[in-house]
């Protein structure tokens, strides 16, 4: 018997596509799970309209509700639900751990050139405040690029959304 | 779906949105590998990808009205259905004081359209807006970013000054008024959607290449 827990637990098991430290349950993409019977619904908001990780995504939620063998409906809701305010604790001392800034807390007014270019942001490598924005667009949509003055180490940044 | 179907000139303005999106980032991919130094590039690269993102959500909503997916509409129609404004099929990769000239021009009549559209009563149209101004705000921190570094710029106030009557043609005419202000300029007539830049057949042809080929092809 399929249970929305079992479905959970599944889905914390689905690496981001990525940045594969962290799962999509981490991510909180994941907003909401219902089980009836032999099916089983998954709603998932994208993080960035232009992610090109979307459809894996899509994909391998699907597969892991099939391996408890039940039939996916992965509905993709494509509105201001998702914040990286949303990204678990876990997932964010993970995304640390591997060299990745955490985002910045989401504020209403979004963020301003000002705000990034203060040095308010850590090194996730040396801990060190004195760091630069280097580029605000980085390898993927959701990442900006900085640089650490202090361990003259260049890093991504989650962009906050 | 919304329990009231959208009014027609709702899913019509959807609709040249997602073509003003999807040309302007094909026209600013053009940029990538030859922009003006890496990060750049790089930068470039992943707000085209942005738009193009954004220009696929639209035609999905769209698409929820008219039928079909996002990728016919993006590139099984023929070159006349295309809505989008004249300003987006301007070829101007090569000349990046024009490019960044049009990217901040754009992203500040675009922000004007997202606010509104962020109030419309379709309420997927009005989250889907709320989510791409979140995704914006980085586009226009780097369009700003680049408008005060070549301000100065003779190259770049021409450029303005050139594409200041297409830009006007993005925003319905009620709308253009606010970008005046925005952008410190007086109104004047507009480069108005419905006709194409001479350049439109051609990047037509090129962007629906893959679909002409094969129907229906998916990737």
Redesign the interface.
Known sequence: MVTAAKVWEALAEVPDPEIPVISLVDLGVVREVEVDGERVRVEFTPT?????AQEVMRLQMAEAVRALGAEPEIDV???????TDRITPEGRRKLEESGFAPPHPRTAS????VQ?DAQAFRCPYCGSNETRL????????CRS?RYCQSCRQPFEQF?T? | MSAQAPAEAAVAAVLAFADDELVLGWRDSQWTGVAPFL?ED??FS??A??????A??LY??AADVLGGDADALAFDREASEYRCAPFVELPLAGDWAATVARHWLYETADSIRVAALMESDWP?LA??A??????E??HR??A??WAEKLGGDERFAAAVDGLWPYALGVLEPGRRGRLAELAGREEVDAVERGAHEDGFVALHEEMTMVRRSIPGAAW
């Open positions: 960035f309209l232009g992610c090109p809701v494509l509105d201001d639900s998702w914040s979004g963020p301003t050139l990034l280097e580029n605000l667009f980085g390898p993927t949509p690029i962009k959304i | 990060e790089v930068a992943s707000i990808q942005g738009e193009i993102g954004h696929r959500a999905e909503l997927e989250g889907l709320a989510k791409m101004d979140r995704e705000a980085y921190m780097h700003e970013m």
